[in-house]
């Protein structure tokens, strides 16, 4: 089966991959990871979830603690030590914008290694990756997250969906946290990048 210009039906060379506002027009049902699961390792974080990260993070060219007490700078980077930067320290948009493609490069193999070999969609991928992104890399294993490897193992996708939910920064249940949480779920689940905030 084709999918040309968005519809089924007549294939047309010209057409036969391009994205339209952020659809994917894939001719290739097999290959196209909206549309078939695929190992982990092949998926990158799709531009639907960079604009729904970006959107939850914000942009912040000063650095300032998070509210876990953490220096954070640009969309959520963890200020390391190798970054020499230190609570008011400015950095340019260009700066922020490789920390983004660094840390997302370093979620995306994170969450490579946790799934393994169980396949999954674009969508389910993304999720993924916000959550590791969100909380680091660190919190997926098995021993700070062993009910979602236990999901994983058992390529139990509901159970997956429900251990995606992270609420807490320093001890305390942080607002923004929950409704990522719920976002992050609606992505996993149904695909559905938009905010789940009111109003």
Do not use: C
């Not at 531009?47 to 729904?52: G, I, V």
């Not at 509210?67 to 954070?72: I, M, N, R």
């Not at 660094?102 to 993304?126: M, P």
């Amino acid at each position: 089966m084709t999918v040309a210009a968005g519809t089924l039906g007549a294939h047309h060379p010209s057409q036969t991959s391009r994205d339209v506002e952020g659809w994917s027009y894939e001719t290739n049902l097999k290959t196209n990871p909206n549309f078939t699961r695929m190992n982990a390792r092949l998926l990158t974080t799709s531009e639907r979830m960079r604009r729904a990260l970006a959107q939850e993070e914000g942009m912040r060219l000063t650095v300032y603690r998070d509210v876990a007490g953490y220096p954070t700078v640009g969309i959520g980077h963890l200020v390391r030590p190798e970054d020499n930067l230190r609570v008011g320290d400015r950095i340019t948009r260009e700066q922020a914008m490789r920390f983004l493609k660094a840390d997302l490069e370093i979620a995306e193999q994170s969450v490579a290694n946790v799934v393994g070999d169980l396949k999954l969609y674009q969508h389910e991928f993304d999720a993924l990756v916000d959550l590791a992104y969100n909380v680091g890399e660190g919190t997926l294993s098995p021993t700070k997250s062993p009910a979602l490897n236990r999901a994983i193992e058992r390529a139990d996708y509901q159970a997956i969906a429900d251990e995606l939910d992270y609420r807490f920064a320093g001890g305390q249940v942080a607002g923004g946290l929950i409704h990522r949480s719920n976002r992050r779920a609606q992505i996993f689940l149904e695909a559905n990048y938009a905010d789940v905030r009111p109003g």
